[in-house]
């Protein structure tokens, strides 16, 4: 079974109005989870990486105030896209790192509709 | 620079052959880790197999293996016994640095993907 759960899994907004994504570990604690973008038929990108009880770290490129990431507590992390236009329409996807190391488990994906 | 480089953009096999994807890296970091996913319609990212830099044998799992060729920077896939299933985005991916409970350990680089195409 799933052990990264992201919700939802799609979402179509107004332009203008503010979505959040959230990806929770199921059965671990993840003191760091990933945020990707990836647009149709592309590569995965890395947005940001997320700590629990700290800011996030942004990729070079990736407006901050745009693209909220809150990591409140050892399972939970949150991606809120603020004043969503139709470009940010993508799939956007989180990992978190598992135990032993080398295992990085994804979640299910978001699809995102701006209208 | 690229970090990861998969340059077959799409593949076609017949169902029941081997097929091999490629993928190319760069790093100077000595200790990493090469991963393969596959992507299927959904967006579901489906881990397949993992290659340690310093691992000495080529990793398997069921009908993937993974080609490792360290001294070329390779990772190539290889797919025995391909099934109509099989047919999806499939992502290499690199982790560089080793696990030292650094924040960035876990971050993935990806390569562009192969779609690969299996025809019955």
């Known amino acids: 079974g799933a052990v990264v759960s992201q919700h939802p899994s799609r979402v179509i907004c107004k332009s203008g109005t503010s979505v959040k994504i959230e990806c929770r570990s199921l059965?671990?604690?993840?003191?760091?989870m990933f945020w990707y973008r990836q647009f149709p038929k592309q590569s995965l990108m890395l947005m940001a990486t997320?700590?629990?009880?700290?800011?996030?770290?942004?990729e070079q490129g990736v407006e901050k105030d745009k693209f909220l990431i809150n990591h409140a507590s050892l399972t939970l992390s949150t991606l809120t896209v603020t004043s969503a236009h139709p470009e940010d329409s993508s799939f956007y996807i989180c990992?978190?790192?598992?135990?032993?190391?080398?295992?990085?488990?994804f979640g299910e994906g978001s699809w995102l509709t701006v209208v | 620079a690229q970090k990861i480089t998969q340059t077959q953009p799409g593949m076609f096999v017949q169902e029941k052959e081997a097929v091999t994807l490629d993928c190319t890296y760069d790093t100077s970091d000595p200790s990493y880790g090469l991963f393969w996913y596959k992507q299927p319609s959904s967006g579901e990212m489906i881990f397949l197999i993992y290659q340690g830099s310093y691992d000495q044998q080529n990793a398997t799992e069921g009908r993937y293996s993974l080609n490792f060729q360290k001294a070329r920077k390779s990772a190539n896939l290889v797919i025995s016994a391909s099934q109509l299933g099989d047919s999806a985005m499939y992502f290499c991916a690199m982790r560089e640095g080793r696990d030292a409970g650094g924040t960035s350990y876990g971050k993935l680089t990806f390569g562009q993907g192969t779609i690969l195409t299996v025809h019955p």
């Open positions: 059965d671990f604690q993840a003191t760091t």
């Open positions: 990992s978190a790192r598992g135990i032993p190391g080398n295992t990085i488990y």
């Open positions: 997320s700590n629990e009880g700290s800011k996030a770290t942004y």
